[in-house]
């Protein structure tokens, strides 16, 4: 406005008052821009997801994207498609599995072909997680005297078992013939949250748990290290700079003072040389008026012959 205010006042326009206005918040933006760009803080790695800045390759993202509908599974068991596709890509590598995306994952889960190769390697890895935990399924399959270690051609029996354990009777029947493919989405998804539950509960998904955890508290605990090394640093800086500013002004005020001090002893001896002079001259004075008063009332200096008398009977006498 006061651009505005001051352009009309020189005769401008509205609009050109206007377009000057624009042009200085233009390059006002472009200032700030700047000095943000100068002010930027490498990053030191590692840090916390949550601390990781987008960069300019990112999209940029001004208003929230609108929920996703178009699922091939039905939209109740959309949660267990996106809890079983977490919990393989979270551990993957404890479960020995290659990451998938979740759109594989859910073409295979809504494939009618029983033996697709993704998940067999889940249901695989999954279930001979549960046995080498020796927990309840291991208890279970060895009354019925299954070997302790699931194949890719023997996974169907074992996922019977499961089933069976777990009181997921339907399609049991569908599932020993090998015609997994042709159970229902939703009950697959359902078969694969239970088996995902089971692990959870195991020691060794525990320990990793534990493992990340004790990662994330080192984390942190590094950061707080850094925040302390980088707030002593700063201090320690602070306490320099101090100290210099405060010998620098020491430094001065002693210059100050030496050169004060010599004023003073250069003045002292001038005071002291200066009466000296002026008591010889007083004392010169005084004689030569002293000489002229003498002169003066001196009888000897009479005029005539008196004088003259005088003179000569001094003389005579002295």
């Keep these: 406005m006061i651009l505005i205010h001051h352009g009309l006042q020189n005769g401008e326009g509205l609009s050109k008052a206007r377009k000057r206005l624009a042009n200085g918040t233009a390059e006002d933006a472009s200032k700030r821009s700047k000095k943000d760009e100068e002010q930027v803080v490498p990053v030191k790695y590692p840090i916390d997801d949550l601390l990781v800045k987008p960069v300019a390759d990112d999209p940029l ?65 999954l279930l001979n997680l549960l046995i080498n935990d020796e927990g309840e399924y291991y208890e279970f399959i060895q009354n019925k005297n299954r070997k302790s270690k699931v194949s890719l051609v023997t996974w169907k029996e074992y996922l019977c078992d499961f089933m069976e354990m777990t009181s997921i009777s339907s399609n ?30 195991t020691i060794a998904v525990k320990e990793k748990l534990d493992e990340r955890i004790d990662q994330q508290q080192a984390l942190a605990a590094e950061k707080r290290e850094i925040a302390r090394k980088s707030k002593e640093e700063q201090k320690l800086i602070m306490e320099v700079a101090t100290e210099k500013e405060m010998n620098q002004t020491n430094a001065v005020q002693d210059g100050n003072e030496n050169v004060n001090s010599q004023l003073v002893a250069k003045e002292g001896k001038e005071r002291k040389n200066a009466p000296t002079s002026k ?33 000569t009977g001094r003389q005579r006498e002295c």
């Design 61 to 125: 993202l001004s208003k929230r994207c609108p929920p996703s509908t178009d699922f091939k599974v039905p939209i109740s068991s959309v949660g267990d498609l996106l809890m079983v596709w977490d919990f393989c890509m979270s551990f993957g590598r404890l479960l020995c599995l290659s990451p998938f995306s979740l759109s594989d994952l859910e073409n295979a889960i809504c494939h009618k072909e029983t033996n697709l190769v993704l998940l067999v390697e889940i249901h695989t890895a």
């Design 279 to 311: 008591m010889g001259d007083a004392k010169l004075h005084l004689v030569r008026t002293c000489i002229s008063i003498s002169f003066k009332f001196n009888p000897c200096n009479r005029k005539g012959n008196e004088s003259d008398k005088c003179c």
């Design 172 to 201: 049991i029947s569908t599932v020993r013939r090998g015609h997994y493919g042709l159970v229902p989405t939703s009950l697959k998804l359902e078969i694969l949250r239970e088996l995902v539950d089971e692990a959870i509960a």
